[in-house]
């Protein structure tokens, strides 16, 4: 089941993050994005997407990176009319304003 290893695959780099191995959550948000794109899973993708820019963001300091991601995740929800999209929004100015600083 592709869609059960993806959202599993998400489920364990949360738990990275928690544990601050980052590097590790990253790459497991990775996989996952690439399921979610093999089974054209697009609201998995733009939650990825969103979880991976933030961390790229705060955590690595990534900030183009991140707020790539951020963005393309934006544009996800806001095609799927998601309620999702403000604080997909919010996020982005959030780090926007992190790169102003």
Do not use: F
Not at 22 to 29: D, E, R, S, T
């Amino acid at each position: 089941n592709v869609a059960g290893k993806s959202e599993a695959l998400g489920w364990i780099a949360g738990l990275k993050t928690q544990q601050g191995e980052v590097a590790q959550a990253i790459a497991l948000y990775q996989q996952s994005l690439e399921l979610t794109d093999r089974i054209g899973d697009v609201q998995g993708k733009a939650m990825t997407l969103g979880m991976m820019g933030q961390l790229l963001a705060d955590k690595q300091g990534d900030i183009e990176r991140g707020l790539r991601y951020l963005c393309e995740c934006r544009d996800i929800l806001e095609r799927l009319k998601s309620p999702h999209a403000a604080t997909a929004r919010d996020i982005i100015a959030r780090v926007q304003q992190m790169a102003d600083s």
